[in-house]
């Protein structure tokens, strides 16, 4: 193998290292060596556009000009011979987004990192969970994300769905792992804002108290910048605090998460509207550089139906479940009809039965299986005697004077699959009928409410209602106005606005410190490689997801009591220990390539390592079979697969799962470890007919030598050979 | 389905003038994406994810709506937002 490193990953790493060993301590002259490390970072990952290199030889170049530093300057002339000299390999990297030398390869996550939105390193933390270090895996989490509380009781978990160990049995319970071990580390006093860095004195506004708004506040605060979030609203939170019912997400673990983003100096304006109380011009007068709209999509979608403006029964779920989460306490009416099959409309639902309705119909056009919202949800509504009429619609809002009366509704039927390949509603002739409610609640759908977005006359909108941005860097068509979460991508997930919210701080700060934007969204990238918990084979496969424990269905219907409990600390800490590490062990399958293919020993059966078409695995398997020829564990790429002696014993594992252990022999003459007994077994069966002379002695291969030497060599070969 | 290749992006196809190929997507199922959208939400850098495999994490929640942009989490590309025409399920 050549022993030339690649000159991008080489200048990665000096220039790092001369950052963070201290070596630049002329603080613009840092600042610059940061913006080129940053952008040469870019390259490394495959994310750098045609600007970078004249970027980076430019900021090189102040580097030597403008930093009356001598170390500075040595680093910028240093940089710019690298640039020169080098110019083709960092064009081909920017080119090609490929490293020959396979130094800038791209470390690749765990798919559960890669999954998450927010890039958040699972297995890292997960490691940490099950080692009882929740106020470390805290710490880590919120290096991606500054609402691990929140998200371990909302998060849609898209990392569950690309677990591995899915596809051996049940995924991970990567949520409530994170949700517990916020709660602990709340509990214990341990979850701290990591250090900001010093005051820089410039000003960033940010439009909206939600996720995405206060993700990029904490990221900016956490970089200097003197942050104001503005919000309509009287308090922060945006739709996790008045979307979102408190049954599902407790508003102190709201205020707690938020409070530690005010900690670190953001400023918050509750009750003022953009564009009523406040503009985007008064802002800039007040000294504000940057801005990010971050307002959420919090205005609903009408169902358009003859009565739906006519009488004030009928409210549409945001508005409802605003005017709950505020505080309101009344029932809608005894009897309510929520009209639509998404999250929201479970949201609504679950909200009228606490509140005391007698009746709670939620009302779907199409079937239970064809439902938006989330399984989990709809069973849970069930449990609370919500009642569902599928394959209806509603048809006319019916009452007298102001008072609503009646709901009339008309049957579906699905029909054929029309040419986009979907089954849609038909109504059934003559098959309408009156369903008796006091209320409505229409949750179809929300959007954008663009009021108070109105002077920003060139702000370009999507076909779909949001504002269109560069998602790679969250740039509005408005120079030093960026925008985030449900705003650009319509009603989404918190996980998800919070990613955009920190992909927004991220590039505000480039903004703000004239560096070119990336050309790509960031792709999660490992920081860490933690330690391997050890767990032996027939333990991991035997341990299996615990449920959640309920809160009783009774007080679930009379109280906004938190309905998921969450899990015993034992459940957690053994939760943690079905973690298959993904983020060491790539599944490139080539362990079991040389086990099966090479030495014809098949002792590992590992199924998982197929994307698209999983066979069974069985980590015990291995022990019946594997003779610990060591050959997986040298020819793995990454250090998964490890064989080590420990005492008297050889021990095979798979990222800590313990796969096989042998106990070894000696050497007869010299007493150093030898392998195994089954390894000497199977090399005896292979060359026995190769050596007619093999002896049952028990030797190293320096005393075998030596002893042949001082015997007659006809006495043949030792036994063992190693 | 007939595509038409798109002349500026090589390996890129065009639906455009052919019957969009929208359906209804699933939590958890597996999907390729095998072609680029017309769409204005398709951006340039997603070019390079036509003919990668991944899981529908979040599809639209609220509406059923074909023409929602629903999230798929790409084997080693990351999680992203794509229009539904640009997608197929390969398995469910």
């Known amino acids: 193998m050549s022993d030339r490193i690649c000159p991008v990953a080489d200048t990665v790493k000096r220039l790092s290292d001369a950052i963070v060993e201290g070596h630049l301590k002329h603080a613009r002259g840092r600042q610059l060596a940061e913006d080129i490390l940053k952008l040469t970072q870019d390259i490394t990952s495959g994310r750098g556009g045609p600007e970078h290199l004249p970027a980076m030889g430019s900021l090189a170049q102040r580097l030597v000009t403008e930093v009356p530093d001598k170390a500075c300057q040595e680093t910028g002339r240093w940089l710019q011979s690298v640039f020169s000299e080098q110019r083709e390999v960092f064009l081909s990297h920017l080119e090609t987004r490929t490293c020959p030398d396979a130094d800038c390869v791209r470390l690749a996550p765990a798919p559960c990192q890669m999954s998450c939105p927010a890039g958040i390193d699972v297995p890292s933390y997960v490691t940490l969970v099950g080692e009882g270090r929740d106020e470390d895996a805290i710490e880590l989490i919120r290096e991606d994300n500054p609402f691990p509380w929140v998200c371990g009781l909302v998060c849609t978990n898209p990392c569950e769905f690309m677990c591995v160990r899915g596809r051996i049995d049940t995924p991970v319970s990567i949520k409530y792992l994170k949700g517990f071990a916020a709660e602990r580390a709340m509990s214990d006093r341990l979850y701290r804002n990591p250090e900001k860095s010093p005051d820089n004195g410039r ?399 098949d002792a590992l059966q590992m199924g998982y390592l197929n994307f698209d078409h999983p066979d069974p695995t069985d980590f015990r398997i291995t022990a019946e079979r594997c003779i610990l020829c060591g050959a997986c564990a040298a020819n793995c790429p990454t250090g998964a697969m490890r064989m080590e002696d420990s005492g008297d014993e050889r021990v095979l594992s798979l990222c800590g799962t313990i796969l096989n252990r042998l106990k070894v022999e000696r050497c007869e003459m010299c007493g150093r470890v030898i392998g195994p007994e089954r390894y000497h077994d199977f090399i005896r069966k292979r060359i026995k007919g190769i050596n007619q002379h093999l002896t049952d002695r028990v030797l190293c291969l320096e005393c075998a030598r030596r002893s042949g030497i001082e015997t007659d060599t006809e006495k043949g070969p030792p036994r063992v050979l190693v | 389905m007939k595509l038409i290749p798109k002349k500026d992006r090589p390996g890129c196809w065009s639906n455009k003038g052919i019957s969009e190929g929208v359906m209804t997507f699933r939590k958890g199922q597996k999907v390729e994406v095998y072609r680029c959208s017309e769409d204005e939400s398709w951006q340039d850098y997603m070019d390079r994810y036509v003919g990668l495999h991944g899981v529908v994490t979040d599809p639209d929640t609220v509406k059923n709506d074909p023409d929602a942009l629903i999230e798929v989490t790409l084997d080693k590309e990351g999680t992203h937002r794509f229009p539904q025409d640009c997608l197929r399920v390969l398995t469910d």
């Open chain 1, 203 to 601: 000003k960033v506004a940010i439009v909206g108290a939600g996720p995405a708004g206060l993700t990029a506040a904490y990221y900016l605060a956490l970089k200097g910048y003197r942050v104001t979030v503005i919000d309509a609203l009287p308090m922060a939170g945006g739709m996790m605090m008045v979307g979102i019912p408190r049954y599902r997400l407790p508003r102190e673990v709201i205020d707690q998460e938020v409070s530690m983003i005010e900690d670190l100096g953001v400023e918050f304006r509750f009750n003022t509207r953009m564009g009523k109380d406040v503009t985007f011009d008064q802002l800039r007068e007040e000294g504000f550089e940057a801005f990010l709209i971050a307002v959420g999509a919090h205005a609903s979608l009408t169902i358009g139906i003859p009565g739906e403006n006519r009488y004030p029964q009928v409210m549409d779920a945001i508005a409802f479940l605003r005017r709950v989460a505020l505080g309101d306490r009344h029932m809608p009416g005894k009897r309510v009809a929520i009209i639509g099959g998404g999250n929201v409309a479970m949201d609504a639902a679950r909200t009228c039965v606490r509140l005391g309705c007698h009746e709670v119909s939620v009302i779907y056009r199409r079937t239970r299986s064809e439902m938006p919202a989330n399984e989990e949800e709809v069973h849970q509504a069930e449990e609370e005697g919500i009642r569902f009429s599928f394959l209806t619609i509603p048809v006319e809002i019916l009452g007298t004077d102001d008072t609503l009366a009646s709901l009339r509704c008309m049957r579906t039927e699905l029909g054929p699959p029309d040419d986009s390949g979907r089954r849609r509603p038909v109504p059934v002739e003559g098959s309408d009928y009156l369903l008796h409610v006091d209320a409505i609640i229409p949750a179809i759908g929300q959007t954008v409410d663009p009021s108070g977005l109105t002077d920003l006359e060139t702000l370009k909108w999507s076909r779909r209602h949001t504002v269109g941005v560069n998602i790679a860097s969250m740039e509005t068509s408005i120079d030093g106005i960026f925008a985030a979460g449900d705003a650009v991508s319509g009603p989404a997930t918190v996980v998800e606005a919070i990613g955009g919210g920190k992909r927004a701080a991220g590039a505000i700060d480039r903004y703000l410190c004239g560096i070119p934007q990336p050309k790509m969204p960031p792709v999660p990238v490992r920081r860490r490689r933690m330690p391997f918990t050890q767990v032996p084979a027939s333990t991991k496969m035997s341990l299996q997801r615990p449920n959640m424990p309920m809160l009783n269905d009774e007080r679930r219907r009379v109280t906004f009591q938190q309905v998921e409990l969450g899990y015993p600390e034992n459940a957690v800490r053994e939760e943690a220990r079905r973690c298959l590490r993904c983020d060491i062990c790539i599944r490139c399958g080539r362990c079991v390539d040389i086990c099966r293919n090479k030495m014809g020993i």
